[in-house]
């Protein structure tokens, strides 16, 4: 069965401190990868998405990058943290393309308090 | 543009009864999936219901049903006989190309 995980859960950085998020998919192979991003109120906001290893497309300009370095590895990072970066990003997979499967499958998430 | 609005931040219901949360979207396709997602308080998301545009007949889960009204671009969620299990967000989502788009979502709490 397929499994996704994602760390660390919680994070407390500096501001101006870099930043890696993991995230990794297994038992499947070429899965889509996401990066969301959840603040109160605002509901689910996609960072990045990938469909393929070294592909990756940022959907708002902001602090944060992504890679993808294998397969089933999803990585965020950030050089300098800001204030406004703080917040609970959920990776998520997805077996092929969202308008033929539409379900994706999500991570437990993990919470970024920057001070 | 494409979106996904659900006007109800928050909503209640007591355990047993049933509760319709409301979503519309706006899309210029003739097939698509539509998706309810749910996020407990322990803050994993997983999938509801689907329900494919094509498609006439409502898409039902159990106690999960939705009302698909495709010219009206209305898609809600009915929860009949509310668990205090039930109590999470619900987003209600869109797929665009590789992308899938949530509404702002809507809290829901069931009461003992």
């Known amino acids: 069965s397929q499994t996704i995980h994602q760390w660390p859960a919680t994070l407390v950085q500096p501001v101006g401190s870099p930043l890696s998020l993991e995230c990794t998919v297994e038992?499947?192979?070429?899965?889509?990868l996401y990066w969301y991003r959840q603040a109160a109120g605002r509901g689910l906001q996609l960072l990045f998405y990938?469909?393929?290893?070294?592909?990756i497309s940022s959907e708002v300009p902001q602090n944060l990058s992504a890679s993808r370095p294998q397969d089933r590895q999803f990585i965020l990072s950030s050089k300098k943290l800001l204030l406004s970066d703080s917040g609970f990003y959920l990776c998520?997979?997805?077996?092929?393309?969202?308008?033929?499967?539409?379900?994706?499958?999500f991570g437990e998430g993990s919470r970024l308090t920057v001070l | 543009a494409q979106t996904v609005t659900q006007s109800q931040p928050e909503m209640s219901v007591q355990e047993a009864e049933t509760v319709t949360l409301s979503c519309t979207y706006d899309t210029s396709e003739n097939n698509y999936y539509l998706f309810w997602y749910k996020q407990p308080p322990s803050r994993q998301m997983i999938l509801v219901i689907r329900?494919?545009?094509?498609?006439?007949q409502n898409a039902t889960e159990n106690r999960f049903s939705v009302n698909f009204q495709k010219a009206a671009k209305s898609f809600s969620l009915k929860i009949s006989d509310s668990q205090l299990g039930d109590t999470a967000m619900y987003f209600c989502a869109f797929p665009i190309s590789e992308k899938l788009v949530f509404g702002k979502g809507t809290k829901l709490t069931v009461n003992p």
């Open positions: 990938s469909v393929g290893i070294g592909q």
């Open positions: 038992g499947t192979s070429n899965p889509n």
């Open positions: 329900q494919e545009a094509y498609k006439q």
């Open positions: 998520a997979w997805s077996p092929g393309a969202l308008a033929n499967t539409g379900e994706l499958f």
